[in-house]
C-alpha cells in the first residue's frame, strides 16, 4: 500500500455500477478500505449496482476506487459520488447484507 498523507478526514456515499455483483466486489473492497485505513460500508443494491459510504482522507478514498476499477473480474461502468458529514460512528469497515 502507498503512504498516504495524513489530511483531513471526508466522508462520500459511492455508487458503483456495471458488472459488480457477484465478482466478490463488497469483499474486495473491503479488505482494500480496511487496509488503507478507510471505515464505512458497501451493500448490494436491488438493482444491480453496490452502494458504500467510506469515510476517510481524500487520497484514500481515491486510491480505493482507483484500486477497484482496475480489477480484471468486474467492471465499473460509472461511480457516482457524494460528499457526506463526517461520522464518529463510522469506527470500522462492514459488508451490509
Known amino acids: 500500500m502507498p503512504d498516504f498523507p495524513e489530511t483531513e478526514l471526508i466522508a462520500k456515499r ?3 455500477s456495471g458488472n459488480v455483483q457477484g465478482v466478490g466486489f463488497r469483499q474486495q473492497f473491503s479488505l482494500i478500505a480496511k487496509k488503507v485505513g ?3 460500508w458497501v451493500r448490494n443494491l436491488p438493482d444491480g449496482r453496490v452502494e458504500s459510504l467510506v ?3 481524500e487520497e484514500k478514498i481515491a486510491f480505493l476506487i482507483s484500486y477497484m476499477q482496475q ?3 468486474l467492471f465499473i461502468r460509472d461511480v457516482a459520488e ?3 458529514d463526517v461520522s464518529s460512528e463510522l469506527s470500522h469497515f462492514s459488508i451490509l447484507y
Do not use: A
Open 71 to 73: 480489477q480484471k473480474r
Open 55 to 57: 469515510q476517510g482522507t
Open 38 to 40: 478507510v471505515t464505512g
Open 82 to 84: 457524494e460528499q457526506r
Open 14 to 16: 459511492l455508487i458503483f
